[in-house]
Structure formats: C-alpha cells, structure tokens
C-alpha cells in the first residue's frame, strides 16, 4: 500500500534551517507530482510547495517563496524540503503528500517547532 513517512522535524531558533524528508514506498514515486503542506490547530492545512514528478516546476506558497526549496530523488523514491531562515510562523506540523486516481494520499506529518 502507498507509505509516506515524514522525518527530519524539531526544534529550531529563528533564522535556522532544517530539511524535511518524505521517503514514499507503494506506488511508481517517479510518475507523481509530490507536495508538502503544513497545518497548525484550528486552520486548514496550507500548500507549501509542490514539484512535478522530474523534479521541475516547482511551486511554492507566498509565505515561504525565497526561503524555502522542494525536491526530489526519484531513485531514492524521497521528496525533501530545505527550510532556511526559519520564522516563528513556520511552526507547524508538516506533511509530505502525493495524488491519485483522485485518492490523496498523507504521511503522519513531522512536527517543526520554530522557537527561541
């Protein structure tokens, strides 16, 4: 069955960085567009980037554009997420996603917690 699997999250200072990975297992991972997007209590989880399944045309939200950089490994089947100058609104669980056959699929999330 499809796994996503979320790791590289935690505890960050402003202004410090962190990479985010989704090793994805199930499914041809080469042939899909991956996405990480992120949720705080009581919003809607956010598209925060996306990237087609060659790794180009990347998208990024506003929010993170100039900060943040998706991409992928096909033959490593992971999508990773560089995170620099990070911000205390960053603080966030983030999830690694990919779609379907109208099924959309989501790891557990990892959790980023941007704080002094």
């Known amino acids: 069955q499809v796994q996503l699997v979320e790791s590289g999250g935690g505890l960050v200072q402003p202004g410090g960085s962190l990479r985010l990975s989704c090793a994805a297992s199930g499914f041809t991972f080469s042939a899909y567009r991956m996405s990480w997007f992120r949720q705080t209590p009581g919003k809607e989880r956010e598209l925060v980037a996306s990237i087609s399944s060659s790794g180009g045309s990347p998208n990024y939200a506003g929010s993170v554009e100039g900060r943040f950089t998706i991409s992928r490994d096909n033959a490593k089947n992971t999508v990773y997420l560089q995170m620099n100058s990070l911000k205390p609104d960053d603080t966030a669980v983030y999830y690694c996603?990919?779609?379907?056959?109208?099924?959309?699929?989501w790891g557990q999330g990892t959790q980023v917690t941007v704080s002094s």
């Open positions: 996603n990919t779609q379907f056959l109208n099924i959309k699929y």
